[in-house]
């Protein structure tokens, strides 16, 4: 089992998760992932790294799964230009590679912000801190454990 998994599971724990961490084999798109679970495209919480340019922080926009951040809104939330972070950079920082960025779990947690949008699902799927694997939460669940604050910046 990766680190990041580990991480991740622990995290959980700690959170008083109940539920199953799941393997996704094969998928490396929401949608695929979205197939593979059974479930709207929009309930997989993607997991978008920004940089600020001015300040070099890090930031996690959680969006759903076939919405994407709106740069103009995102920079307006987090108060500076924004960039997509390097994978160097979010490994070093969250301890999480691209495309199993976790929600929770980091290293180093970043300042978190959650799409309004995923609130319309009861149950979403967000990474487990890897590519193939995700854990289902409520909303709300998964808002209070990331420390993010519930915003408007997906299209």
Same mark, same amino acid.
């Given at each position: 089992?990766?680190?990041?998994?580990?991480?991740?599971?622990?995290?959980?724990?700690?959170?008083?998760?109940?539920?199953?961490?799941?393997?996704?084999?094969?998928?490396?798109?929401?949608?695929?992932?979205?197939?593979?679970?059974?479930?709207?495209?929009?309930?997989?919480?993607?997991?978008?790294?920004?940089?600020?340019?001015?300040?070099?922080?890090?930031?996690?926009?959680?969006?759903?799964?076939?919405?994407?951040?709106?740069?103009?809104?995102?920079?307006?939330?987090?108060?500076?230009?924004?960039?997509? !972070?390097? #994978?160097? $950079?979010? =490994?070093?920082?969250?301890?999480? @590679?691209?495309?199993?960025?976790?929600? +929770?779990?980091?290293?180093?947690?970043?300042?978190?912000?959650?799409?309004?949008?995923?609130?319309?699902?009861?149950?979403?799927? !967000?990474? #487990?801190? $890897?590519? =193939?694997?995700?854990?289902?939460? @409520?909303?709300?669940?998964?808002?209070? +454990?990331?420390?993010?604050?519930?915003?408007?910046?997906?299209?």
């Amino acid at each position: 089992m990766s680190k990041s998994l580990k991480r991740v599971e622990l995290a959980l724990e700690q959170a008083g998760y109940a539920g199953e961490i799941v393997e996704t084999k094969n998928a490396t798109t929401a949608m695929m992932a979205a197939s593979e679970l059974g479930c709207d495209v929009d309930q997989i919480a993607k997991s978008v790294m920004l940089q600020g340019l001015a300040s070099t922080d890090l930031y996690l926009f959680i969006t759903a799964g076939k919405r994407m951040v709106d740069i103009k809104k995102a920079q307006s939330i987090a108060g500076e230009e924004l960039t997509k !972070a390097d #994978a160097n $950079t979010v =490994r070093k920082i969250t301890g999480f @590679a691209i495309g199993g960025v976790s929600p +929770i779990g980091h290293k180093k947690p970043p300042a978190t912000f959650m799409d309004a949008h995923l609130f319309q699902f009861d149950i979403i799927w !967000a990474a #487990a801190g $890897t590519p =193939r694997h995700v854990f289902s939460a @409520a909303p709300n669940h998964l808002l209070e +454990i990331s420390n993010a604050v519930k915003t408007d910046f997906s299209k």
